[in-house]
């Protein structure tokens, strides 16, 4: 009798040859790579129409440009010699024929022709269409090059309205990939820096009861490392196009935190498409650090909270220690409580907290703070400023 064997569909058969968890790991690899992959494709598709669309346009601006930034040039010249002829209305007919060409001349120049050679240079070629989806898709939008068409206008809106958070999870995943190196990175030398963490914190322990410190570590460190990205990213940038390094930088990080204005731009195309990967990249990276910047802020902030709550509970134990002592000595009455010392206690206490870490406790007074009465939270007059070195 024939035993019935079912069909394998591809996943079991790949679990057959490599096994359930290198499964899992190509699944997830091919979720990643098609996620980008998408990306790219659909930043080019949309390049290619954005080309098509607008360059037959770009092209007859400026072909008719050119032919009048020519015509009217030669009509000028011609004047000059015929009307030195008249000597009766030579200035006024001159001052005519040459507002007549200044108006053409600065029509041409916005259109991007050189006045000088009379030729002139196509933005809508397909990379200077990439690099524009681009900024659509991030949303930077230098407006450097903008569609004019109303059906490029049109595809634009199209455009950014589904492409814009699909490159959004694009960012978000490479940001995952971006924490998955750093925890591998910490798993494999985690012998190694954890010592030396443990060092720092041993030595910032007295100092530091709150863990404000070790957060602003965290955030230096995340805020440094921006810095030198885009710093390399400058340095880049400096070899590609005649920017000085300052330029360079300034220009990434307008990039990077999607301010976009302009004034600044690419203009090697042979180096469009890596810069197009560079800002997708920095982009990512740039929100972690940010991100992490804000939450270890955040964190600081919630922890200069419950230090406040602590100083308030403080006060008031020491101003209810007071006035017990001040009434047992009108009384005559022995107590059994150390009020000096908790006092004292008090005052190491707040001196702890004034190293240098915060601005702001010293003019605290007993009179100027509200408490937590009846299940309500009341807010304080004193204020603290808290200040980091971010």
Sequence with gaps: MDTFCPKLNISEKLEQYIGPKNVTKLRTIVGHVGLYVSLIVYTAVGAWIFQVIEHPNELDI???YQALLISKREIFLR????ESQNSVNYREKIDEYLCDYEEVVEEAIGHGINVVSQDFHINWNYIQSVFFSTTILTTIGYGNIA?????GR??????AIIGIPFTLSVIADVGQLF???LSTVWNKYKDKIQPIIDKIKKEKADDDDMGIGGNMYTALAAFVCLIL???FGAFLFTL???WTFFDAFYFCFITMTTIGFGDIVPEKTAYMLVCTIYILVGMAFTTTAIELLRRQYAESWKKMQELRAQIQAQLKLADTLRKLGEHADKNNLELDVDIAGDLAALKDNLAKFKKGKMKGLEDIDINELDWVEKNRKVRAV???IYETSL
């Design 62 to 64: 400026l072909t008719t």
């Design 79 to 82: 004047s000059v010699w015929n």
């Design 147 to 151: 569609p004019v068409t109303f059906l």
């Design 154 to 159: 049109l595809f634009c809106i199209i455009f």
């Design 179 to 181: 924490a998955t190196m």
């Design 229 to 231: 990205f885009l710093s």
């Design 240 to 242: 590609w196009e005649d």
């Design 382 to 384: 004193t204020i603290f």
